[in-house]
Antibody, heavy 119, light 113 residues
Framework: QVQLQESGPGLVKPSETLSLTCTVS????????WSWIRQPPGKGLEWIGF???????NYNPSLKSRLTISIDTSKNQFSLKLTSVTAADTAMYYC?????????????WGLGTLVTVSS | QSVLTQPPSLSGAPGQRVTISCTGS?????????VHWYQQLPGTAPKLLIF???NRPSGVPDRFSGSKSGTSASLAISGLQAEDEADYYC?????????????FGTGTKVTVL
């Protein structure tokens, strides 16, 4: 069974860079789309972006200027970097894997990691 | 803000049927892109409930059903049970930006009375 686990600092200072890693176990990272999705406290889900195992990416237009998603297939990991963070970036961050058939739905999710932006 | 609109909240008594709408536009649902639905229980990650408009993953009760028509989609829960109290989100693809992007609905909180 595929499992995803987010890791990274739970507290980031304003204007600094938020960095998270998702480690995939129980399956290969190849031939799938890997996404980041976030949820501010008490609010709805927001799609951040995805990376394919080949390295091609697609980002949420509202985050594109601050966002980098990368992948390390040798470690079965993919990562997110979000620069110049503000309190508005405080959220639960989830990593997720798509279905594998380009339908765009998420069959597997990590448990999520809460990131708070505060000085 | 999200381009897919859902009612903020719905409620029903045990055994009743509730229907959650997901209203989009010609750049997402109306363009023919599939709609998927997720259930999020309190304090947990979302769980896939319906994929490609009307399909249930294995293990999801047949009380849950999905449909799509025009620029909208719906999730119906029949025979409402206490364990169905959760937040529900629709998801689709939107082609209005240069490279397109996935989008989630605004979310609906279902309360079992």
């Amino acid at each position: 069974q595929v499992q995803l686990q987010e890791s990274g600092p739970g507290l980031v200072k304003p204007s600094e860079t938020l960095s998270l890693t998702c480690t995939v176990s129980g399956g290969s990272i190849s031939s799938y789309y890997w996404s980041w999705i976030r949820q501010p406290p008490g609010k709805g889900l927001e799609w951040i972006g995805f990376i394919y195992s080949s390295g091609s990416v697609n980002y949420n237009p509202s985050l594109k200027s601050r966002l980098t998603i990368s992948i390390d297939t040798s470690k079965n990991q993919f990562s997110l970097k979000l620069t110049s963070v503000t309190a508005a970036d405080t959220a639960m961050y989830y990593c997720a894997r798509d279905s594998g058939d380009s339908s765009g739905y998420y069959s597997y999710w990590g448990l999520g990691t809460l990131v708070t932006v505060s000085s | 803000q999200s381009v897919l609109t859902q009612p903020p909240s719905l409620s029903g008594a045990p055994g009743q049927r509730v229907t959650i709408s997901c209203t989009g536009s010609s750049s997402n649902i109306g363009a023919g892109f599939d709609v998927h639905w997720y259930q999020q229980l309190p304090g947990t990650a979302p769980k896939l409930l319906i994929f490609r408009n009307a399909n249930r993953p294995s293990g999801v009760p047949d009380r849950f059903s999905g449909s799509k028509s025009g620029t909208s989609a719906s999730l119906a829960i029949s025979g409402l049970q206490a364990e169905d109290e959760a937040d529900y989100y629709c998801q689709s693809y939107d082609s209005s930006s240069l490279s397109g992007s996935y989008v989630f609905g605004t979310g609906t909180k279902v309360t079992v009375l």
